[in-house]
């Protein structure tokens, strides 16, 4: 099995920045794409931003390009989401997602458990 574990969120005002952190643990052998989403109250939950290893491809919701930064240490297993430019909407629960292959060569998906972001004066 493999395991996300998320950190890094919390509340901040409008314009304030926060980093949120997703480390991968367990048998891993390579992890081709890690993501992050979100889900408001009352909304489903959608793609925020990811990045794709072997291309160093990265993809961004509209509504957080230029603000948000996402980046990925592959050594660690670990993917990370800069956020700068905090807005209301940008509230939700943020969850990490990665997908690979594990030590048996058994391919996987995987989801965190997320971690709340509140941007609010």
């Known amino acids: 099995q493999v395991h996300l574990v998320e950190s890094g969120g919390g509340l901040v005002q409008p314009g304030g920045s926060l980093r949120l952190s997703c480390e991968a643990s367990?048998?891993?052998?390579?992890?081709?794409?890690m993501a992050w989403f979100r889900q408001a109250p009352g909304k489903q939950r959608e793609l925020v931003a990811e990045?794709?290893?072997?291309?160093?491809?990265?993809n961004y919701a509209d509504s957080v390009k230029g603000r948000f930064t996402i980046s990925r240490d592959n050594a660690k297993h670990a993917a990370y989401l800069q956020m700068n430019n905090l807005k209301p909407e940008d509230t939700a629960v943020y969850f990490c997602?990665?997908?690979?292959?594990?030590?048996?060569?058994?391919?996987?998906?995987?989801w965190g458990q997320g971690t709340q972001v509140t941007v609010s004066s």
């Open positions: 997602y990665a997908e690979g292959a594990d030590s048996m060569w058994r391919d996987f998906t995987s």
């Open positions: 367990g048998n891993i052998f390579s992890i081709s794409d």
């Open positions: 990045i794709i290893s072997s291309a160093d491809v990265t």
